[in-house]
């Protein structure tokens, strides 16, 4: 009989993607191959069709009545459905932060044994957090294991290092099974960004937020003999290309979002791939993982977190002192001018990706956490 899993996040698809709704259809389409059974509960502020089949899962949605602080809440609907899906599941699984979790988790109290996966420290809303501190750690104290995504993460983080939880921690990385991904990328984005066939880029993929440190990316930019592609949209895309224009960085594009195949062919052809993040709200960065999958050094910033997991310095590519252009600069200019160790550092970054962040290497370990508490 089939382990039955319950997963519980504030969104997912179809609504707009992020990296850990990509995270979550990953866990679930790896595990989905070692036998489990996976769910997935989640809201959204047009829950129409409230069930969706998609190859990874089966989706439950509920309303999202309100958004604050990026949290969403949900009304009785939520809880009632929550209550019923609980009763149907072997283990549940809740990927933090999502307040509102703890808040289904408090007031059902499921009979279902539960563990969580420990994305990311509150970091940004300080005030909510203090509020939030009772009920956070009245939930992490009740769960069964925490996963951390890396080592440096559960050692860093306040939170999983404390004696009241760090012997629950276990370390599983996050991962991308291959062939969710287009095998064939969409080569027409290089006539619509002017890139042309041998051109050397260097590529980053995000939504562009406060702490992705694209603005570090874009000073570094303008002392580059190449160009430097920034594909995706968010908060702060505007005041970016304003910048870019204003210091004379002409050879940034800024290509707007990307489609999945698309944003292969950016992959595939790029010359690394770089992720200025500097503060710890990038807890892991699936985009390494993504780049490290079509063998592709990888450039990111030490900030305590699982950025520098998945990119190991000097062996898939290069890790700099964050909020720091000229290191950034020095960087790229390396792979750029090296062939040999742009091609031995993409070599190494697939190694690596088949050994600790495929698809399999996912499900196994996730599988086999569930399985354990499920018995």
Avoid at 36 to 62: G, H, K, M, Y
Avoid at 178 to 190: L, N, Q, R, V, W
Avoid at 204 to 224: D, P
Wanted: proline share 7%; net charge neutral; glycine share 6%.
């Amino acid at each position: 009989m089939k382990t039955s899993v319950l997963h519980v996040y504030r969104t997912y698809f179809p609504d707009p993607p992020g990296g850990l709704q990509e995270a979550i259809r990953q866990i679930a389409l790896a595990t989905g191959a070692q036998g489990i059974n996976n769910t997935i509960f989640t809201l959204s502020p047009q829950p129409a069709p409230p069930v969706l089949d998609r190859p990874e899962a089966r989706i439950v949605r509920r309303r999202s009545w309100i958004a604050p602080a990026s949290c969403d809440l949900g009304g009785i609907a939520a809880f009632s459905e929550f209550a019923n899906l609980a009763r149907q599941s072997d283990v549940l699984h809740y990927l933090f932060p999502w307040p509102f979790a703890d808040i289904l988790h408090a007031t059902v109290r499921p009979d279902s044994p539960a563990v969580l996966t420990y994305i990311s420290d509150v970091v940004r809303q300080r005030f909510l957090g203090t509020a939030y501190a009772p009920l956070m750690w009245r939930t992490l104290r009740q769960m069964r294991v925490i996963v951390a995504n890396s080592p440096a993460y559960a050692r860093t983080s306040p939170i999983l290092s404390h004696p009241d939880v760090r012997d629950k921690v276990r370390i599983i990385p996050l991962g991308i099974e291959e062939t969710s991904y287009p095998k064939d990328g969409d080569d027409t984005i290089f006539n619509r960004l002017s890139i042309e066939q041998d051109e050397p880029f260097f590529l980053f993929i995000g939504v562009l937020r406060y702490y992705k440190g694209v603005r570090f990316l874009v000073q570094a930019a303008k002392n580059l003999h190449a160009k430097v592609v920034i594909a995706g949209t968010g908060p702060e895309g505007v005041s970016l290309q304003s910048f870019a224009a204003e210091i004379g960085a002409n050879n940034v594009i800024f290509s707007g979002q990307v489609s999945d195949a698309e944003k292969v062919a950016l992959l595939k052809r790029c010359r690394a791939l770089v992720l200025p993040s500097h503060l710890r709200s990038e807890a892991y960065g699936m985009v390494l993982v993504e780049a490290a999958m079509f063998g592709r050094p990888m450039i990111s910033c030490e900030i305590g977190t699982g950025t520098s997991y998945v990119n190991a310095h000097e062996e898939t590519g290069f890790v700099v002192l964050p909020e720091s252009p000229q290191e950034l600069t020095q960087a790229m200019n390396e792979l750029l001018t090296d062939d040999d160790l742009a091609t031995k550092m993409g070599n190494d970054a697939r190694v690596r990706y088949e050994k600790l962040f495929s698809g399999p290497a996912l499900g196994r370990s996730y599988a086999a956490l569930f399985r354990e508490i499920a018995e």
